[in-house]
Every structure is written in structure tokens, then in C-alpha cells.
């Protein structure tokens, strides 16, 4: 290695990368973690099993441990794998958007389906129709439509002596009638699932074609609700998962592995008994929840934030000082992949945008080891300065780097743009740059 290389390469590992010996330790905490959260123990393993291989080797952040980098990696996996973001209610294309309700007695499903109408004619103004079809428990009616009242919503119901199918079927033939935008259809419950319990509710779907198909699950019940999800999954296909007791003490582990196991998204959280007490579903809180190490997430997440400060001001001075080589390059663009993308800080910078080339200095994960691969075979006098690269040389480097050399054209291309990008930023924006990384 080069001296310059060996320097650079310092740089980036900076305290260091992850070892088997870091990955052992915060594992073992990580996994007992999981279980505790009631996260199954499948789903545990797999998602130990996939960390490892992702964090051995990456880099830790100055001014955190290893155990700590470990953890984000571990949230971040969390994330990902329950969803990455919020997802609402599915909409029909035509009027009503019908909800079909469906869960183990208890879970929730009354009390959700008046915090969703809630909701709707809160943020939308909708014109909710509730429909009583758990004819097995007269208070089961009861209860929907003193929620009716309170909301000022419709409910529609036969009392109990009528087929759930039957009442389903005119609840439908009124909502359409008064043009309701949203039918709510409530369903009955056993305490565990039973076959006449999905038949009636298969009946039911058939029926009313339902947009979504909601499975309640009270997180309190940790592996069992794991369990519910994907027997009502493989019965009825659910399209949401509403998570309910959330207020309670359980870390929710059920929301990951209901969500590795069925795929299916969890788009509501109940946190408590009142009309009020319903939240969209962030993947992120539920991970940091999950997890239980909020207070280590927000130090990496600091410690993110200065490492990019860090790297950013090392650009300014790369820029200032006018010698923005291929090597710097290359190390810019790994380092833009970590920051996210190149346009973002493009919009920053006032006039920079409207550029020609601005919008051109964006990779895929891809395409940035190809080009990786591309300068590792130039000579360093080669990457010091690109105006040497001949067609000859450039057809030299396309086969040391199993490339195309249209691939290598297109390299120095980008590279020539950035770099006349960066003395742009240079001459005319230096008063943008210095705000913007002094902030
Ligand atoms: P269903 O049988 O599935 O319709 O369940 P219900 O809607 O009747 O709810 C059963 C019980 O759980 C009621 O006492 C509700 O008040 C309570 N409940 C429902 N959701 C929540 C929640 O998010 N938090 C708490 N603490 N209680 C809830
Ligand atoms: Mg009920």
C-alpha cells in the first residue's frame, strides 16, 4: 500500500472495524434483548445470524464501542425488517373502502374499530358505517353501538338471531344507499381459533370483499399472538395488523416476528382503552421499544452526525485546496453512500442545482464497487491526474478491472464533472459551503 492509501485507509477505520470477539459479546446481550421483547425464538436466530454477517468488519464510529455500533446495526435491521415506514389504511377505488375486522375474542377489535372511525371523521371528514356482525355476545352489539353514539357514527345491526352473513350483506346494501365512504365491519371472536369461527368469516370475506382485512392482536400475549397472525394469515389472507395494549408493559416483540413471519404490515398500535389511544405504526419507535436501548440509539445517532460533519469539512478543505483527486473521488463517493445521496447536498448549496452535471454525481451500491474496482487498477499517477488516461491506458485499466471500457469512460467522465462541479462550488459558493458545514 501506498503511504497515502495507508493513510486514507486509517482514516476510514478510525477506532477500528468489528471483530468476532465485539460480535460475540453484544449478541449475547442483543438476543437475550429479543427474547425478553417476546420476539420469537426463530426469528431471533435469524435475525442474529443475518447482524453478524452484516457488522463483522464495519466500520465503528468515533467516540462509541463496538457493543454500541453493534446495536445500531441491530436496530436498523429492525427496521428494515418491520417495514421501514408508516403504511395507512388501504383505500378502494370506489366507494365504500370496506374493512373487514378479524381476531380472538378480547384482542380489541370493538374498541378499534371506533378508534379507527374515529380517526377517519377526525383527518377526513369520512362517513363511517359500522356494522354489528359478532351476534354471539348481545353486549358485543351493545358496545359497537354505544361507540356509534359517541362518535356519531351509523352502526348497522340485526341483534343476534340473524346469520352474521345475512346481516353483512344488507349492512352493505345501506351503506351503499347513503353513500358511506368507509364500512367497518365487526366481527365475532372465540378464545382460541376454531374452524365454524373461519369459516363464517371466509363466508363473510367472499361476501363483502373486503380492501383490508384487519387482524387484531393484543401484544400482551407475546408468541401466542406470533401464532394467531399466521393461522388467520393462511386462513383468510389479512392485509394490516393492529397491535393493540401496547400501554401495557410488553416490549411488543410480537410486531417483528408477526411481521417476518407473515410479511404482512402492522399498521395500527392500541396504547390504551380510550377512543383516543390509537397510533400509526412507526418501525422505528417499534424497534428502539423492541430493543429497549433508546438511550445507546440516540448516542450513535450522534456520533453519525459528527462523523458526517467530520467528512464534510474534509470535503470543503479537498475542494479549497483545489486538488480533488480519482483516490478522493472514489473515497467521496463511499462516504456519500453512507451520508445518503449526492443530491441532497447538491439542493443545499444555493445555484448549485441548476448546474450542468449536478445531477449526474449519483451511484447505485452496484455500480460503486465496479468503479471501485476501475481506479484500484489505474497507476497513482494516473488517479493524481486524469488527463493522462489515454484510450490505451484506459483499455489496460477496463481489463485489469474485468470492466468495460465504456465503464471507464464513464468514470473519468463522472469524475471529471464532480471535480469541475467542486471548483464551481470553489469560486462561486464558498460563502454557501462554509454555512453549510458550519451547521
Ligand atoms: P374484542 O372482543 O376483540 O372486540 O375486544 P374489545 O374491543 O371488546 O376489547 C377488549 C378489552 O380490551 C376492552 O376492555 C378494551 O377496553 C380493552 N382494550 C382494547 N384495546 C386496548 C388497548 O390498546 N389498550 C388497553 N389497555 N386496553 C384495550
Ligand atoms: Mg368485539
Aim: proline content about 3%.
Amino acid at each position: 500500500l501506498t503511504e497515502r492509501l495507508k493513510a486514507t485507509f486509517k482514516k476510514i477505520s478510525g477506532k477500528g472495524r468489528i471483530n468476532q470477539s465485539d460480535l460475540d459479546n453484544a449478541m449475547r446481550e442483543i438476543r437475550t434483548a429479543l427474547l425478553e421483547a417476546d420476539v420469537s425464538l426463530k426469528v431471533t436466530r435469524q435475525i442474529t445470524r443475518r447482524v453478524s454477517d452484516e457488522a463483522l468488519g464495519a466500520h465503528v464510529l468515533d467516540s462509541i464501542t463496538p457493543d454500541q455500533q453493534i446495536i445500531k446495526i441491530v436496530d436498523d435491521e429492525l427496521i428494515k425488517v418491520m417495514g421501514d415506514e408508516a403504511s395507512e389504511l388501504n383505500k378502494s377505488k370506489h366507494i365504500p373502502t370496506i374493512v373487514l375486522m378479524v381476531g380472538l375474542q378480547g384482542a380489541g377489535k370493538t374498541t378499534a374499530v371506533g378508534k379507527l372511525a374515529r380517526r377517519l371523521v377526525k383527518e377526513n371528514n369520512a362517513r363511517p358505517l359500522l356494522i354489528a356482525a359478532d351476534v354471539y355476545r348481545p353486549a358485543a352489539i351493545d358496545q359497537l353501538k354505544t361507540l356509534g353514539e359517541t362518535l356519531k357514527v351509523p352502526v348497522y345491526d340485526e341483534g343476534t338471531d340473524v346469520d352474521p352473513v345475512e346481516i353483512v350483506k344488507n349492512g352493505l346494501d345501506l351503506a351503499r344507499k347513503n353513500n358511506n365512504d368507509y364500512v367497518f365491519i365487526d366481527t365475532a371472536g372465540r378464545l382460541t381459533i376454531d374452524e365454524q369461527l373461519m369459516d363464517e368469516l371466509k363466508k363473510i370475506k367472499e361476501l363483502s370483499q373486503p380492501t383490508e382485512i384487519l387482524l387484531v392482536v393484543d401484544a400482551m400475549t407475546g408468541q401466542t399472538a406470533v401464532d394467531v397472525a399466521n393461522d388467520f394469515n393462511d386462513a383468510l389472507g389479512i392485509t394490516g395488523v393492529v397491535l393493540t395494549k401496547l400501554d401495557g408493559d410488553t416490549r411488543g416483540g410480537a410486531a417483528l416476528s408477526i411481521r417476518y413471519d407473515t410479511g404482512v404490515p402492522i399498521k395500527f398500535v392500541g396504547t390504551g382503552e380510550k377512543l383516543s389511544d390509537l397510533d400509526v405504526f412507526y418501525p422505528d419507535r417499534m424497534a428502539s421499544r423492541i430493543l429497549g436501548m433508546g438511550d445507546i440509539l440516540s448516542l450513535v445517532d450522534k456520533a453519525q452526525e459528527q462523523y458526517n460533519e467530520q467528512q464534510a469539512q474534509e470535503l470543503a478543505r479537498k475542494i479549497q485546496e483545489n486538488n480533488f483527486d480519482l483516490d478522493d473521488f472514489i473515497e467521496q463517493m463511499d462516504q456519500v453512500q453512507q451520508m445518503g445521496p449526492m443530491d441532497e447536498l447538491v439542493k443545499m448549496i444555493p445555484g448549485l442545482s441548476d448546474m450542468p452535471g449536478a445531477a449526474n454525481i449519483q451511484f447505485g451500491d452496484k455500480d460503486f464497487a465496479h468503479m471501485r474496482a476501475i481506479v484500484s487498477s489505474m497507476t497513482q499517477e494516473e488517479r493524481m491526474n486524469a488527463d493522462v488516461l489515454t484510450p490505451k491506458r484506459r483499455r489496460r485499466i477496463a481489463a485489469g478491472s474485468g470492466r468495460d471500457v465504456m465503464e471507464v469512460n464513464r468514470l473519468i467522465k463522472q469524475y471529471k464533472q464532480t471535480s469541475t462541479l467542486m471548483n464551481k462550488m470553489q469560486k462561486g459558493n464558498m460563502g454557501a459551503m462554509d454555512q453549510m458545514f458550519a451547521g
